[in-house]
């Protein structure tokens, strides 16, 4: 007989949690999951799943001017955003349902509310004060959004709210130029909403491909964003009719809604980990090692509360690879290099590998680059000026393929696949030797051309 009540206590039933909780429960492992807020994380309640459909709504606007390209008649457009929203809802809640049907089902016990340390085994449940204790702990709480402590900050939005709007304001303004503002800022540009970007770098999306932040403050352009740069806000100010933002160079903006999509930062706070010695980074990270393992040995951390690549898939993968390290004898240190990933704005955007920066600081003049840009055909008739961008990134004398970056419809399912290839350390002759698919974008991967220097 164990002398705790549970093998594994989980807390947090977001993605990370809830695969970890589940596997080890299919191990036989007697496992409980604690959620303060609905299970499925970030990813399910407030991320990528409502943020995707938020596109495919807003997308419906452009399609139906281009459908009229393509032959069809369509009068009395409108949008209701009350519609899409509770739908939205609807879906997220069925899925939320089933990750906690998963737990239960495979033997998990869940506790719906708040857990917090009080030592290194033992937890106690917000709601009932009761104890528990468990013999290994994982963390997998996920972040927060965060916003700079700026005045009348308290009038701002983030996005745990953009999906929960009671209405859509005519005027938004969204500050940031990260992922979150940037596929906001589509979105509600999508929708009809003045949108203005107001950013405190000179180019979108930093760490990105250079080329990649030039074409996407174009796209966002030419999907009627307001693109602002090198502003950063100092002052929320609400008037009778919205709200007036103040910037360091005394730029003002009035506007009936503020986003503010300043990042995320692990949600650690209160959450006891002093009380069990866990060590946090100045961000409120867990430390962890390769294998998840924070500096007290029988606690452990993965998904975005750990700041590492802060996305789904990658703390699915982190769970995973605890399961394994802990439960099935082979230690699993789970490989975070040429992970691909995607930006959903509009054209989105599909990048695995170094970007051509990286790759000249890591390579010099070892590197090479292919490079293309086209107006695809769906555009051409509907006389959209949108264009397709890719790069691919190659090093040394066979040619590696180390980077590639997408612009265009699709990108993100196309970049899935090259992720393979750029994982398995595939060569440009390997995609010179492979026949296009025609026609489709994707065909032009495999026929690349060099850069003319
Ligand atoms: P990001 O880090 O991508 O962007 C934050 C933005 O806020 C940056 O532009 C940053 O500027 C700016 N910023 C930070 N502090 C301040 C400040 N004090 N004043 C003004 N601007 C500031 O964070 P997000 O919240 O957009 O996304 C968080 C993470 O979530 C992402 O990094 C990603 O890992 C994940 N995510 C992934 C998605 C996907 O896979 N499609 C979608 C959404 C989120 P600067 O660039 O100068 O630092």
């Known amino acids: 007989m164990s002398k705790y009540d549970y093998d594994l206590f989980v807390i947090g039933a977001g993605s990370g949690g809830v695969r970890a909780g589940r596997l080890a429960a299919q191990l036989g492992k007697k496992v409980a999951v604690a959620e303060e807020s609905k299970p499925g994380g970030t990813c399910v309640i407030r991320g990528c799943v409502p943020k995707k459909y938020l596109v495919y709504g807003a997308e419906f606007g452009g399609a139906i001017k281009s459908a009229q390209k393509y032959g069809w008649s369509i ?87 953009a999906f929960l709007l009671d209405k859509l304001p005519e005027s938004i303004l969204i500050i940031g130029g990260g992922y979150i503002a ?46 602002r740069f090198n502003l950063s806000p100092t002052e929320i100010k609400k008037t009778s009719g919205g709200y007036i933002v103040s910037f360091d ?57 750990t700041d590492r690549v802060n996305l789904t898939p990658v703390a699915i993968r982190e769970g995973v690879a605890f399961i394994d390290t802990v439960y099935n004898d082979t230690p699993n240190a789970y490989d975070h290099t040429n992970i691909a990933s995607a930006v959903f704005t509009q054209p989105p955007i599909g990048v695995v590998g170094m970007n051509e920066a990286e ?23 509907a006389e959209k000026e949108q264009r397709c961008f890719m790069k691919l990134i190659t090093e040394g004398r066979k040619q590696r393929v180390i980077g590639i970056h997408i612009v265009g419809d699709d990108s993100p ?26 026609p489709t974008l994707a065909e032009e991967i495999v026929t690349l051309k060099a850069r003319a220097s």
């Open 75 to 161: 009068s009395d457009v409108s949008f209701d955003w009350s519609a899409l929203r509770d739908s939205i809802q609807t879906e997220v809640n069925r899925l939320s349902g089933i990750y906690s049907n998963i737990l239960e089902k495979n033997g998990a016990t869940l506790f719906n509310e708040r857990a917090e340390f009080v030592d290194a085994h033992t937890v106690r449940l917000q709601n009932s004060g009761k104890e528990v204790t468990a013999k290994t702990i994982l963390v997998a709480v996920g972040g927060r959004p965060w916003m700079p402590e700026i005045k009348g900050a308290e009038h701002a939005i983030m996005s745990d709210d």
């Open 182 to 227: 940037s596929e906001f800022a589509g979105i509600f540009a999508g929708m009809g909403v003045k949108t203005v970007q107001a950013y405190r770098g000179d180019r979108l999306l930093k760490g990105f491909d250079a080329d990649v932040r030039e074409i996407a403050g174009k796209h966002q352009n030419m999907l009627g964003v307001d693109t």
């Open 249 to 305: 160079d005394g730029t003002k903006i009035g506007t009936d809604l503020v986003f503010m999509a300043t990042g995320r930062r692990p949600h650690t706070a209160s959450l006891g980990l002093e009380n069990a010695g866990v060590a946090t980074d100045k961000n409120g990270a867990v430390i962890v090692d390769e294998f998840s393992r924070s500096n007290v040995k029988n606690i452990y951390a993965v998904g975005d509360v």
């Open 359 to 381: 790759a000249r600081a890591a390579y010099g003049d070892k590197i090479e680059v292919y490079t293309t840009s086209f107006r695809p055909m769906k555009n051409a008739l």
């Open 413 to 438: 399912e196309i970049i899935q696949a090259l992720g393979i290839c750029v994982k398995a350390g595939l060569t440009k002759a390997d995609f010179d030797q492979t026949c296009a698919v025609h």
